[in-house]
């Protein structure tokens, strides 16, 4: 009769860690400066940023033409995608529109 194996200790795999997720802050930071690197411009002001099932989304104000009076510059939004490590991942200009332009309900 064979003489029966020690049994092994049931190994223990470690869960896979998931590389962490930005915060709201560090999402909106990079999103802006990400931005600027592409473009050469340095974003004016992050409009709105939600959390998406891929990672962020954001909308970044940029002075795209200076000019006096500084309401009559010319601005453009960009919808900015990050990934789950707040990576962009893609950009797009979505509008554009005069500083001093108010947007009006529909």
Do not use: C, F, H, N
């Amino acid at each position: 009769m064979a003489a029966a194996e020690p049994s092994r200790p049931a190994r223990r795999t470690s869960p896979k860690r998931r590389p962490e997720v930005p915060d709201a802050p560090t999402a909106m930071r990079s999103a802006a400066g990400q931005l600027a690197q592409l473009l050469g411009r340095s974003p004016d002001s992050v409009s709105s940023l939600k959390p998406t099932d891929d990672g962020w989304e954001a909308q970044v104000e940029v002075v795209e033409l200076e000019r006096v009076p500084d309401t009559t510059s010319v601005m453009a939004s960009y919808r900015v995608a990050l990934d789950a490590q707040g990576r962009l991942v893609s950009y797009e200009r979505t509008r554009r529109y005069s500083r001093g332009m108010i947007d009006r309900p529909t």
